[in-house]
């Protein structure tokens, strides 16, 4: 059960991030679709100065976070220091495209005008997002700090258990009669 801390409180967090990421990913593709097509007349649109910028990374980083889900996923799975390298350098990267791209919605807020609901669901899911990714990317290095809280990069039991002093059992058991080993 100590062993479990960790995976119990991101698992539920990786769920809720896949879903608002893949939200995220729909309605900026939508948005970012009208807005080439020159159409942000549309009553649920709108943008100003920034939008553009802003569809653009709000997508990337959407496209990003998904696939760092998936890679936490099967970490949350194996729950090993194996997978624990691929979820953490990804989730990392996710966050700081997110982050980025908090910050760009925090600039089109602040530049004003008028943006339909979409773009505001948007900005609100990113911004949530950047908070969330970064609470995920911590609880996935928490590892790091306590082994109750999940696997670490300084643990000696790389992936098959710890060892008990015993050496190991070679394959092949007692040597042939007349085999010669060089």
Same mark, same amino acid.
């Given at each position: 059960?100590?062993?479990?801390?960790?995976?119990?409180?991101?698992?539920?967090?990786?769920?809720?991030?896949?879903?608002?990421?893949?939200?995220?990913?729909?309605?900026?593709?939508?948005?970012?679709?009208?807005?080439?097509?020159?159409?942000?007349?549309?009553?649920?649109? $709108? &943008?100003?100065?920034?939008?553009?910028?802003?569809?653009?990374?709000?997508?990337? =980083? !959407?496209?990003?976070? %998904? +696939?760092?889900?998936?890679? $936490? &996923?099967?970490?949350?799975?194996?729950?090993?220091?194996?997978?624990?390298?691929? =979820? !953490?350098?990804?989730? %990392? +990267?996710?966050?700081?495209?997110?982050?980025?791209?908090?910050?760009?919605?925090?600039?089109?807020?602040?530049?004003?005008?008028?943006?339909?609901?979409?773009?505001?669901?948007?900005?609100?899911?990113?911004?949530?997002?950047?908070?969330?990714?970064?609470?995920?990317?911590?609880?996935?290095?928490?590892?790091?700090?306590?082994?109750?809280?999940?696997?670490?990069?300084?643990?000696?039991?790389?992936?098959?258990?710890?060892?008990?002093?015993?050496?190991?059992?070679?394959?092949?058991?007692?040597?042939?009669?007349?085999?010669?080993?060089?």
């Amino acid at each position: 059960m100590a062993q479990t801390v960790g995976r119990n409180i991101a698992a539920p967090l990786l769920f809720l991030n896949l879903i608002m990421y893949l939200i995220v990913l729909g309605f900026a593709s939508w948005c970012l679709n009208r807005y080439i097509n020159g159409q942000t007349n549309h009553p649920s649109f $709108g &943008g100003n100065g920034a939008t553009m910028f802003f569809l653009t990374f709000a997508m990337m =980083a !959407a496209v990003l976070g %998904v +696939v760092s889900k998936f890679l $936490g &996923g099967s970490h949350i799975r194996a729950w090993r220091n194996d997978s624990l390298a691929a =979820a !953490a350098s990804s989730s %990392v +990267v996710a966050w700081a495209l997110t982050a980025l791209a908090a910050g760009l919605a925090c600039k089109e807020i602040h530049i004003g005008g008028y943006r339909g609901w979409r773009l505001k669901m948007i900005e609100a899911f990113i911004i949530i997002l950047a908070f969330t990714e970064l609470v995920y990317v911590l609880l996935l290095h928490a590892g790091i700090f306590s082994s109750k809280y999940g696997p670490g990069y300084r643990d000696t039991d790389y992936a098959m258990g710890a060892t008990t002093g015993v050496d190991p059992v070679h394959k092949g058991g007692a040597p042939v009669a007349g085999s010669r080993v060089v």
